[in-house]
Structure formats: C-alpha cells, structure tokens
C-alpha cells in the first residue's frame, strides 16, 4: 500500500466509512435516561457519559507493524487525532522500538504514550504529522507552510541522531523516502502567519528492513534541497539560490564520505551555524531638508573564553520637530546599544543564557521610552520628539564548548510603524504588524490593504518612544533567521513608497549577495515613486 500524505482534519460530524477504513472501533455508550426500560441506575456515573467512539483508517502495515489513524469522536465533535503504532508480535523488535521510543526526544517521534494492548507486542500512541516532507517541499498549501531550509537542516539533523539510536538497537531504516517522514507545524511564531516545523520518524514499518545508509539520508536532503532551490531561483532570489548551492556542495561531500555514520551526520548538520552578512542605505528623500532616519548595526562578542556574541540590528524612525526627530532616533539607538550591551556582554563569573535576550529588551526598551522624556524636559527644543523602534537581535555562543551555556535565540522588537520582513524563496513575509490608525482600521476589515497604502492618515501612530502620551509598550517575539534569508529592517519612508511585491521585485532585480547595494536598489526606488519621506534599509543575511 502507498504512503497517503499525512492530513489533519477540522472537527466535523462523522461522516460515511472511505476506503482504506478498517471497521470503527466503538466504546458502547450508556444511556443517560432515567428509565429506559432496562432498569439501569440512572445515579451511575458512566451512565451520564458522553459517547465516545473510535474512526480507525489504516495507513500503511509492513513487516508485521502497522500505522494507523485514530480520530476520537465526543462531546459533540472530533475531540482528538493521533497515530497508532503496533507491533503485532512481541519480541526483540517491539522491545527495542519501546525503548526507542521511551528515551529518544520527543520531537522526533512526536511519541505519547504507550497503550495498553494485549494482543500486539507493543502498542504506542504518536502525534499525526500535518503531512509527509515530499507533499510539503512540493508547496502545496498556503505559503507559510513551505519549510524553511533552517528547519530541514534541524530535522535532518534529529532523525539523523534518532536513526543512530535505532541502529545501536538493533534497528535498521532502509533507503529512507520523503514519504516516509512526517512534517508538523507550530503555531505563528509571529504576526506574520510564518509557522516553526519539525520532522518527524514515520518509517516505523521499515525499521529492522535492510541495512540502514546515513548517505541516503544527505540525498534525500539534497533533494528536498533542490525543490526549494527552484523556488528561489524561479523569484530571482539570487541570495538564497547561492546558500542553496553552497550547501548541496557540503551535502556532496557528506554524501561522498565513506562509512559516515548517523551520529557524525548529526554532528556535521548540527555545526552549520549559519554566518551574517549586513547591509544598509539612508537618505533624505526628495522632500525632507534633513534625515530624522536612523540605523543602527551591532556585532560584538563577549570578551571571555566561553562567551556570547551579540547581533543587534535597527531602525528609528524620529519626529518631533526639525531637531526633535533626529536626536530622538539617534538617542533611543545609542541608548539600545549600550544598554543591551552591557547587560549582556559585560564580564562576570556567571554566564548569561539566550533566552534572556527577551527579558532584558522587555526592561531597555520602556527605560529608552522614559530616557527620551527626560531629556525632552531638559530641552524645551525637544519637548514632544519621539521616535519609532524596530529590530532584530540575536545571542549566541562564540564558541562550541558546551560551558558556553544554551542554545542561541533570536528576537524580533518593534514600537511604531517601522517594519520588519522576512525576504524568503516563497516571498516577502512581514514579521511586525504596524501600531497604527490605519493598520486597527485594517485589521478590524473595515478598509483593504490597497486603502490602507494610499489612506490619508496612514502616518498616524498609536505607540512610539517618547513622543508624550502614546503607549510606549513593545511587542517583542522570538524568531530566528534561516540559512538562505534576508531580514529586512525599514522606516516608513520605504513602505509608504512600495508595496510589498514591489520591494520585492526590486531585490529579485539587484540580485547577487551584495546587501548594501540590494539596500540602496530599495532606497532608490522609493525615491524614484516620490521620496516622500527620509527613508532607512538596513539588511541582515544569513548565510554560509
């Protein structure tokens, strides 16, 4: 039987058996009436209990283990989904899966529980994939569910290290299939609808088959590397179509190497920390007398043997006045650098974990908000200036000693209109959703996104730094740029311009690795459409 596509489904009533669905296992309810005729207690507890019943569709069964789907129908709809794993007769196998399955991560099993189930040598509940890696690098779906390289490396790099577990049990995965490996989604990670994945082991019927291959493993990503080498390639997207290439050289080698194992895979995905390449362009505009733009690019490591390095990257976009605006931007990104990096970087006894990266810009950046107040009341000049904030930051060890404490994290900060992207094969996605007039006017559906781009009060802002009264509070998310993307940092002097296919149009038309002048493309354009306004880029690649 083939591998169907793994599909969850939206809670419905039941609906008529399909093919491939094995009789519905039903739990008989009873009955809550008072008489019935039969003489049940109606003071029973299970008597009042809702039905439940079991939709049971087989999914694939070989070698004596089968992979079913179980929908659990109560409460008046579909209360939960799982995969049912069985091994039907006990022995060396089934052991040897439960205890794979007992002390492998669960993010690479999607493992539940075991079930109990005396007829079958081990019975096991995992999570169902949203679907199969071969249907997801294919982009069907909306584009958010197209896998980002970072996360393929990652899940790679997890099976690869739960496939050296099997084998040291005893279990052994033949040439492997993108079929065969589930692919689940996360929640938003932020407002724009981008969604985290991770893969999943679904060749559970294959364990114990030939002799395992860690090589067919780097082909089948090198494959799958190709499907969204196209994507990029086919946009323009010149920045990732060479990270592409740059990695399906490395896999080559990989793949090349004689006896690799599935422990030294894991080992050479894990070292692919991916490097940053930084670009920006500034500039008045066609009506401004002064830039009141400012942008800011910070790369420094921790002077210790195990410590961090840290990547801030930045725009404000200052008002208040000719003089105002532009000490406000100014001031609020000096303040930013030397808070966060202090607070970070300074030398001490007990090292700093990533992901206090969010507490502590959750504490600078109100302290900036009240900062510029101050200041404004020392300088009547300044009395009202305030300014707009977004940028990326990231902590993570400069070495690769495990004292070097915790993983890496990466956080996207914004306070205003200035915006963040996320330049990707399958297109521009915004990572900051706009404290404006006009963006609640948006999101409420009382106006479209073409009347949102020519509103009249497009610039009226409902949260800064500074600036007086306006809410000063930040929204702050964890999110890590991936190999082959481009974070876009801008003031609204490029959006007011462009819209977002146009700006994307203009990076597909510069091309090449170079960010300043991708930068300067995009600052250009905006003067050619008017120049309304000062108008800041800064660009933060990612790359090997």
Same mark, same amino acid.
């Given at each position: 039987?083939s591998?169907?596509?793994?599909?969850?489904?939206?809670?419905?009533?039941p609906?008529?058996p399909?093919d491939?669905?094995?009789e519905?296992?039903?739990?008989?309810a009873?009955? $809550?009436?008072?008489?019935? @005729?039969?003489?049940?207690d109606?003071?029973d507890?299970?008597g009042?209990?809702?039905r439940?019943?079991?939709?049971?569709s087989l999914?694939?069964r070989?070698n004596g283990?089968?992979?079913?789907?179980?929908?659990v129908w109560?409460h008046?709809?579909?209360s939960?989904? &799982?995969m049912r794993?069985?091994?039907e007769?006990?022995?060396?196998r089934a052991?040897?899966i439960?205890?794979l399955?007992?002390?492998?991560p669960?993010?690479?099993?999607?493992?539940?529980?075991?079930?109990?189930n005396?007829?079958?040598?081990?019975?096991a509940?995992?999570?169902?994939?949203d679907?199969?890696?071969?249907?997801?690098?294919l982009?069907?779906?909306?584009p958010?569910?197209?896998?980002r390289?970072?996360s393929?490396?990652?899940?790679?790099?997890?099976l690869?290290?739960l496939?050296g577990?099997?084998t040291r049990l005893g279990?052994?995965?033949p040439t492997?299939t993108?079929?065969?490996?589930?692919?689940?989604?996360?929640g938003?990670?932020?407002?724009a609808g981008?969604?985290?994945?991770r893969l999943?082991?679904a060749?559970?019927?294959?364990?114990?088959?030939?002799?395992?291959?860690p090589?067919?493993?780097?082909a089948l990503m090198?494959?799958?590397?190709?499907?969204?080498?196209?994507?990029?390639?086919?946009?323009?997207f010149?920045?990732?179509?060479k990270?592409?290439?740059?990695?399906a050289?490395? %896999?080559s080698d990989?793949?090349?190497r004689?006896?690799i194992?599935?422990?030294e895979?894991?080992d050479?995905?894990?070292?692919?920390?991916?490097?940053?390449t930084?670009?920006?362009?500034?500039d008045?505009?066609?009506?401004r007398?002064?830039?009141?733009?400012?942008?800011?690019?910070?790369n420094?490591?921790?002077s210790?043997?195990?410590?961090?390095r840290l990547?801030? $990257?930045?725009?404000?976009?200052?008002?208040?006045?000719h003089? @105002?605006?532009?000490?406000a931007?100014?001031?609020?990104?000096?303040? %930013?650098?030397?808070q966060?990096?202090q607070?970070?970087? $300074?030398?001490?006894s007990?090292?700093?974990?990533?992901?206090q990266l969010?507490?502590?810009l959750?504490?600078?950046i109100?302290?900036?908000?009240?900062?510029l107040?101050?200041?404004?009341?020392?300088?009547p000049?300044?009395?009202?200036?305030?300014?707009t904030?977004?940028?990326?930051?990231q902590?993570?060890?400069?070495?690769?000693?495990?004292a070097a404490?915790?993983a890496?994290?990466?956080v996207?900060?914004h306070?205003?209109?200035?915006?963040a992207y996320?330049?990707?094969?399958s297109?521009?996605?915004r990572?900051?959703?706009?404290?404006?007039?006009?963006q609640?006017?948006?999101?409420?559906?009382?106006?479209s996104?073409?009347?949102a &781009?020519?509103h009249p009060?497009k610039?009226v802002?409902?949260?800064?730094?500074?600036? @007086?009264n306006?809410?000063s509070?930040?929204?702050?998310h964890e999110?890590?740029p991936?190999l082959g993307?481009i974070v876009?940092?801008?003031?609204d @002097?490029?959006?007011?311009?462009?819209?977002d296919h146009d700006?994307?149009?203009?990076?597909g038309?510069?091309?090449?690795e170079?960010?300043?002048a991708?930068a300067?493309?995009?600052?250009a354009?905006?003067?050619?459409a008017?120049?309304?306004?000062n108008?800041?880029?800064?660009l933060?690649?990612c790359?090997l």
């Open positions: 039987m591998w169907n596509p793994f599909k969850k489904k939206e809670p419905e009533q609906s008529a399909v491939d669905v094995t519905p296992a039903r739990v008989p009873a009955t $809550a009436s008072l008489d019935d @005729g039969n003489g049940d109606a003071t507890p299970l009042a209990a809702p439940i019943e079991e939709r049971v999914l694939r070989n283990i089968r992979l079913e789907q179980v929908e109560g008046g709809g579909l939960d989904t &799982f794993l069985i091994v007769e006990p022995g060396p052991a040897a439960r205890e399955l007992l002390n492998a669960e993010h690479v099993t999607g493992f539940r529980d075991l079930l109990v005396p007829a079958a040598g081990l019975a509940a995992l999570e169902l994939p679907t199969s890696l071969s249907t997801a690098c982009g069907d779906g909306p958010e569910l197209v896998p390289l970072s393929l490396v990652t899940g790679i790099a997890g690869a290290r496939l577990a099997a279990l052994d995965w492997p993108a079929g065969q490996i589930g692919v689940m989604y996360e938003p990670a932020v407002p981008l969604r985290r994945y999943v082991f060749g559970w019927d294959t364990l114990n088959g030939a002799q395992g291959d090589a067919a493993l780097v090198a494959s799958t590397l190709m499907l969204l080498r196209e994507q990029a390639e086919h946009a323009g010149d920045f990732a179509v990270q592409f290439d740059a990695l050289g490395l %896999l990989l793949e090349q004689a006896r194992s599935y422990d895979l894991a050479e995905l894990a070292a692919l920390k991916p490097r940053h930084l670009g920006s362009c500034t008045t505009g066609q009506v007398t002064n830039n009141q733009d400012a942008g800011l690019l910070f420094l490591d921790q210790s043997l195990a410590g961090k990547l801030l $990257a930045a725009v404000a976009d200052g008002m208040g006045g003089k @105002g605006g532009e000490v931007a100014t001031l609020a990104l000096d303040l %930013l650098r030397q966060l990096g607070s970070l970087l $300074a030398p001490r007990k090292l700093i974990e990533a992901h969010k507490p502590h959750e504490t600078i109100p302290a900036i908000d009240r900062a107040g101050e200041r404004a009341q020392l300088e000049d300044l009395t009202g200036m305030g300014t904030l977004v940028g990326l930051a902590l993570r060890a400069q070495s690769t000693q495990p404490g915790g890496e994290c990466s996207v900060f306070v205003g209109d200035s915006r996320l330049l990707m094969p297109g521009p996605r990572l900051t959703s706009d404290h404006s007039f006009v609640e006017l948006l999101d409420s559906g009382e106006i996104e073409f009347e &781009f020519n009060r610039n802002i409902t949260r800064c730094l500074g600036g @007086g306006s809410s509070e930040p929204e702050i999110f890590t991936g993307e876009l940092l801008c003031s @002097g490029l959006t007011d311009m462009l819209h700006i994307w149009r203009v990076v038309e510069t091309g090449g170079d960010l300043d991708i300067c493309a995009l600052v354009a905006a003067n050619e008017g120049g309304k306004d108008i800041t880029v800064v933060v690649g790359g």
